[in-house]
Structures are given as C-alpha cells and as structure tokens.
C-alpha cells in the first residue's frame, strides 16, 4: 500500500475529489481522468450509493490507479472499503478512530486537519498524509507555517478551493499534491469537460513541479 501511495504522489500527486458522482457515470469520469494523467481517485461517502462506484471503480482501473472514499466519518465504514478493495482513506476531520480502522484494514489513511494538534494527532496514530481542508480559506503561507512543526517528510495534501490559478502558491508553499473537488467533477458535468479541465490541472502541476 505505501509503494503505491508514494508511487502515486512521485508520479501525479492530484486527487480527484468526485463529490456526488453516481454508479451510472463513475467510470466514463474515471476514463477521462486518468487519461488526463490522474492516478488518485477518490469518492466521497456522501455521493448517491458510493460503495458501489467504488467497487465499479476497483474492478475497472488498473493496479497502478489508487482508488478509495473520502468523507469516511466512521471507523465501521474502513472495514467495508477494505473488503471491498478500495485503498485509500480520506477524511475532512481527524477521528482517531477512523485513522485506526484505516491502519487496522491496511488502508492508506490521509487525514483532515486544519490546526497543529489535529495534524500531529494524525500523524502520530498512523496518518500517510495530511489533508489541509478547507485549503483556499486558510490560504498558501498556511501550509509553510503548520509544516515547520511537523515530522520532516510530512506529506501535506491541500484541499478545498484549489484551482490552476492557485496550485502554483500551494506548491511553493509546501504542498506535496492537492485535492481538487468541484472545480474539477460536479455530477452531470460532460466526460470531455472532465478531461480538459483535469488536462490543464495535470500541466500546471508538471510545469510547477518540473
């Protein structure tokens, strides 16, 4: 699960956040994603039957595609993502025992915290990575400051509000990804607008990064 986690983060660290997606349209946006260059894929618990987009996404995306839920708000909800195959574990809190159950399962958990003492309680219970959220609102410098007192190599994630106009200062200002929701998916938007959308966000990142 790390070696995946860490592939995925070397070779394209963006999340695609897919808040509302159904089980009807979850693998036309996954197409068009990861054609873009996406490798992580996340569906949030509060979309219409989300386990089983995710157990469409699971048995349709390559080994190479990190698929898992976001929104997890439950520890009894890691054991039925483990059995269904998901990955990856994302929250917009840090419950404690949700990071365990994500640990428990062999989940790779990435938490969301907005202040020092959630993200260190995150890491410290077994956290893979740090989810600032709400991002845009704490804004870029942000990130600079919560990262001078976590454990060197913290890998923190931005989410909420990130765009191509901003992902520049996010990653200037630490960011070791980013989390893009619904500038980037929004149920019923067209497959080929996906596509473009996350084609722009998967240039800047290389431009940025490279």
Not at 72 to 78: F, G, I, R
Not at 115 to 139: H, N, V
Request: glycine residues 8%; proline residues 6%; hydrophobic residues 45%.
């Amino acid at each position: 699960m790390k070696d995946i986690f860490n592939s995925c983060l070397a070779e394209m660290p963006l999340i695609a956040v897919l808040r509302g997606v159904t089980p009807d349209e979850v693998i036309p946006v996954a197409d068009a994603l990861i054609s873009a260059g996406f490798k992580i894929l996340e569906v949030t618990l509060n979309s219409p039957d989300p386990f089983n987009s995710i157990k469409q996404l699971v048995n349709h995306c390559a080994d190479d595609i990190l698929v898992g839920a976001g929104t997890v708000l439950d520890a009894s909800e890691t054991d039925r993502l483990a059995a269904i195959g998901a990955k990856l574990v994302i929250t917009p809190n840090t419950d404690v025992n949700v990071i365990k159950g994500a640990v428990r399962n062999n989940l790779i958990p990435v938490i969301g915290c907005m202040t020092t003492t959630e993200a260190l309680l995150a890491m410290k219970t077994g956290a893979r990575a740090i989810k600032i959220f709400p991002a845009a609102r704490m804004g870029a410098a942000y990130l600079r400051d919560i990262s001078a007192v976590l454990p060197k190599g913290t890998q923190i994630i931005p989410t909420g509000g990130v765009t191509t106009e901003n992902l520049e200062e996010f990653y200037k200002a630490g960011a070791a990804g980013a989390g893009l929701g619904s500038n980037l998916f929004k149920p019923n938007r067209p497959a080929d607008e996906i596509h473009k959308i996350a084609s722009e966000l998967v240039a800047e990142w290389k431009r940025i990064s490279g």
